[in-house]
Nanobody, 116 residues
């Protein structure tokens, strides 16, 4: 499985961005996917996750009500809609997947910068 993120950029506080994660390879083996982020000088943290069938989702408290994770399995894409962005959302955002054989896969990351 390979993951490629896109959609990052510079946005003003209060604005919106949508990140995309394109999955390729053994898509059938993916069990769950998630978005993580890592801000400068901080540890990588979970932002939002979902089972591959979309039946279950979870969000970090800091993004609940502002971010929405979704997927389009027909296009092998996962999204993170980010609304009402804050400067503290500035980070490199990573796409993550777990396969049914317990292999963890990461994308290369996409930078989101929120200006105040």
């Amino acid at each position: 499985v390979q993951l490629v993120e896109s959609g990052g950029g510079l946005v003003q506080s209060g604005g919106s961005l949508r990140l995309s994660c394109a999955a390729s390879g053994s898509i059938f083996s993916i069990n769950a996917m998630a978005w993580y982020r890592q801000a400068p000088g901080k540890q990588r943290e979970l932002v939002a996750g979902m089972t591959y069938d979309g039946d279950a989702t979870n969000y970090a408290d800091s993004v609940k009500g502002r971010f929405t994770i979704s997927r389009d399995n027909a296009k092998n894409l996962m999204y993170l809609q980010m609304d009402r962005l804050k400067p503290e959302d500035t980070a490199v955002y990573y796409c993550n997947a777990w396969t049914m054989t317990h292999v963890e896969v990461w994308g290369q990351g996409t930078l989101v910068t929120v200006s105040s």
